[in-house]
């Protein structure tokens, strides 16, 4: 596993290492095979620029490369989100303000990252930039190598590639039902959703202003901490709680459901070990989630709030859309106003119901895909391939987007072992228990990669 941003800052600092012999280790990964279709855009300047500028005392990022997902605003750069439709907008007047703060702690923008369209997906496909092949973060090597390359999960693809192939040490993006996280798992790397509110989207192109959330995907939990820090612009305290001392919870409802056998196999391990460690483990039901599909049979969040940013744009343009995420945004075009009102209202009397249940865990264990990443080849756009790619993004979100209704927080972290694929464990709850899961994550994550 390549170093992390602290570790190699550590090395900055004490001389064994120069940002700018960094700065051009990651460029050529990032002009590398390793990374066909993971950029948009290459910023080589800025990242050069912030290795021979940044101040070592004042500067938790160290000049180091940091990725930007093509949503957000950067100050002269055009944002297309991953769409031909915006790609003749003028560039942007200012950082949105997650770019920003990530620019104040010294970060070197290594460039733009490839996404799934408007972040439309899990799968991570894009039939404008190509789709990026994913990539065994832990072990160093291209998923599918064996065979056929595998589907970076999604939305934010680029992003995730970008860390797992050592061309970035953070990856900037967004997370609306799982694109932060799911394609951490399917690379093999941390991705984190704090509670959406901690970080202000600014500047960001919004899919659903109801769920969107700034968050990073990163090589280690140490690193996710330390980039929480910058985006929130708070602290996160240390924990001093032993792994015995938090009360955890796996569920039987819905997330453990038509999990493939590669899943299955690393998350059975993985609560093993966790057991073994002293970690106590309740099984509990929350049938709270059986209400989700029933809830979201009008169309969601996602569809009604995308539509209606996108009800101009897609009316003049539509022959420029993805073809799959333009059927999404139409189908958000049929909810009526007091089907959506119904719809907010029916959530947050789920939350509650749902903390209640929570009360007395400090966290929620599931696996965070219950299927590995596919071949790219079998959800390709095609019409003759829709139907899989819509099963296949219905899977991988599937768990990943309870929280995100919930308003709630989660952590993805490798389990698998060497030679298996990729697969993520998530530990989540409810909205502000942030700290916690990161605390929590600590503990767990040496004990995940112990093999």
Request: proline fraction near 6%.
């Amino acid at each position: 596993m390549k170093a992390d941003l602290i570790a190699t800052r550590q090395a900055i600092r004490a001389g064994s290492a120069h940002p700018k012999t960094e700065a051009e280790n990651c460029l050529g990964i990032a002009a590398s095979h390793a990374c066909q279709d993971v950029f948009i855009q290459l910023t080589p300047e800025a990242l050069k620029f912030a290795a021979d500028h940044h101040n070592l005392d004042n500067s938790p990022l160290a000049g180091l490369s940091v990725s930007v997902k093509d949503l957000f605003d950067v100050q002269g750069q055009v944002t297309q989100a991953g769409s031909q439709v915006l790609a003749q907008q003028p560039p942007a007047k200012q950082d949105a303000m997650a770019v920003s703060r990530l620019r104040a702690a010294g970060a070197g923008l290594i460039g733009r990252t490839n996404m799934v369209e408007f972040a439309f997906s899990g799968v991570g496909t894009n039939p404008h930039y190509g789709t990026p092949a994913a990539w065994d973060g832990l072990y160093d090597r291209p998923v599918g190598t064996a065979g056929q390359p595998h589907v970076p999960g999604g939305s934010s693809s680029g992003a995730a590639v970008s860390v797992a192939t050592g061309a970035a040490f953070i990856g900037l993006g967004s997370d609306t039902g799982g694109s932060i996280r799911v394609p951490a798992a399917l690379n093999g790397i941390v991705g984190f959703k704090n509670t959406a509110r901690r970080v202000p989207t600014q500047g960001a192109y919004p899919l659903s202003t109801t769920l969107d959330t700034i968050c990073a995907v990163t090589r280690t939990v140490r690193d996710t901490i330390l980039a929480h820090e910058v985006l929130s612009a708070r602290q996160v305290p240390k924990g001093h709680r032993p792994l015995s001392g938090y009360r955890l919870a796996f569920v039987t409802t819905l997330m453990q459901d038509n999990m493939d056998t590669a899943v299955t196999r690393a998350f059975e391990r993985s609560l093993n070990k966790l057991s073994a460690a002293g970690a106590q483990i309740e099984q509990i039901k929350l049938s709270e989630l059986n209400e989700l599909a029933p809830m979201m049979n009008t169309g969601g969040f996602s569809p009604a709030e995308g539509f209606a940013l996108h009800r101009e744009l897609i009316g003049s343009h539509g022959d420029l859309y993805d073809p799959r995420v333009a059927q999404r945004v139409m189908r958000g075009s049929a909810m009526k106003a007091h089907e959506y009102m119904d719809l907010v209202q029916a959530r947050q009397s789920w939350i509650g119901r749902v903390e209640a249940a929570l009360v007395g865990y400090d966290a929620v264990l599931s696996p965070t895909t219950p299927i590995t990443g596919p071949t790219i080849s079998q959800v390709a756009p095609g019409a003759e391939r829709d139907a899989e790619f819509f099963r296949v993004n219905g899977l991988l979100l599937r768990n990943t987007s309870a929280v995100n209704t919930l308003d709630g927080c989660g952590i993805s972290l490798p389990c698998h072992a060497p030679g298996e694929l990729p697969v993520g464990l998530m530990a989540w709850h409810a909205a502000m228990h942030d700290d916690t899961i990161l605390q929590l994550a600590l503990l767990l994550e040496p004990l995940l990669q112990s093999h």
